[in-house]
């Protein structure tokens, strides 16, 4: 399906990153327990701008996973596929898969009929019961708003003052895990920019405009998707943004709030209001 009216007018003010006539395949991150089901996901679309592109249905798409066997004393990169799936009418692949063990695993999409449109997505599998800080983008860690981040190369955009810091040493303790309203158009710029500022390495979670921007809201997506993740087993102690729907959506999942605003009083009495990341890395870590 087409994008909605919404994002092709923020469209008409962006930059156009895509080219005519190519496909383009996107792959989303996914988090799970240790021995879970994971969800492996990629969206292919094709024509127009990153956000007016057309989702693509029927085409076939590869997923690999990333071994590095010992052989003779060297580590050799070796993909080994896991499945092929088809996409659905809103260009998405998915496959359930089992068998992830702790850590990072790094999967790689193939689009078949195009085999040099590849993209690729991480399974982070942890541990029942690891604690797990979830993070808000913009105006949290970004400090620049959604459409500004839009027209903005990853290099130019801010991050909020002090935030690596805190995220890096709340990293030893929580897995920091990052969840925005944002379209998943924003994907590749988004984790682009958090490796260019120096985050630490989490799964990265991303809405669909084309569906939220009518059915719900921000807190509702979020909220969704953090009672998914509860459900599953992982284990959501913090959660950090910068408005009050980001305090409702988390406390609606049993989670310490800390909220960046110039607006305490908008805030529900057990959310946390903070001017500076000092005071969520000092009380989280005292």
């Not at 999409?109 to 808000?136: H, I, M, Q, W």
């Not at 379209?183 to 120096?198: C, E, I, N």
Request: proline share 5%; aromatic share 8%.
């Amino acid at each position: 399906m087409r994008k909605t009216v919404l994002l092709l007018a923020i469209a008409c003010l962006a930059a156009c990153t895509g080219c005519v006539g190519t496909a383009r395949l996107r792959a989303f991150d996914e988090l799970v327990t240790v021995g879970q089901v994971a969800t492996l996901r990629a969206k292919l679309e094709r024509g127009g701008t990153p956000l007016s592109g057309t989702d693509v249905e029927g085409a076939q798409i590869r997923f690999e996973v990333l071994h590095i066997p010992k052989t003779q004393g060297k580590k050799e990169p070796v993909y080994e596929e896991l499945a092929k799936a088809f996409t659905n009418s809103d260009g998405i692949a998915s496959v359930d898969m089992k068998g992830f063990f702790e850590g990072t695993h790094l999967i790689r999409s193939t689009y078949l009929a195009n085999p040099e449109v590849v993209c690729f997505s991480r399974v982070f599998a942890v541990k029942p019961g690891r604690p797990t800080l979830v993070c808000d983008i913009d105006h949290t860690i970004a400090d620049i708003s959604t459409l500004e981040f839009l027209v903005s190369k990853p290099e130019d955009i801010p991050a909020l003052p002090g935030s690596v810091e805190a995220l890096k040493k709340l990293s030893a303790k929580y897995l920091v895990v990052y969840l925005t309203a944002r379209d998943d158009s924003f994907h590749d710029v988004t984790l682009k920019w958090l490796a260019l500022r120096g985050f630490p390495q989490g799964p990265v979670f991303f809405s669909d405009l084309s569906k939220e921007a009518f059915v719900g809201s921000a807190r509702k997506f979020k909220s969704a998707q953090l009672a998914r993740w509860r459900k599953a087993g992982i284990n959501l102690e913090v959660g950090v943004g910068d408005r009050p729907e980001d305090a409702q959506a988390y406390l609606a999942n049993n989670m310490e709030v800390f909220i960046l605003t110039g607006k305490p009083g908008e805030l529900a009495v057990r959310a946390t209001a903070v001017s500076a990341w000092s005071e969520i890395a000092d009380a989280l870590l005292k």
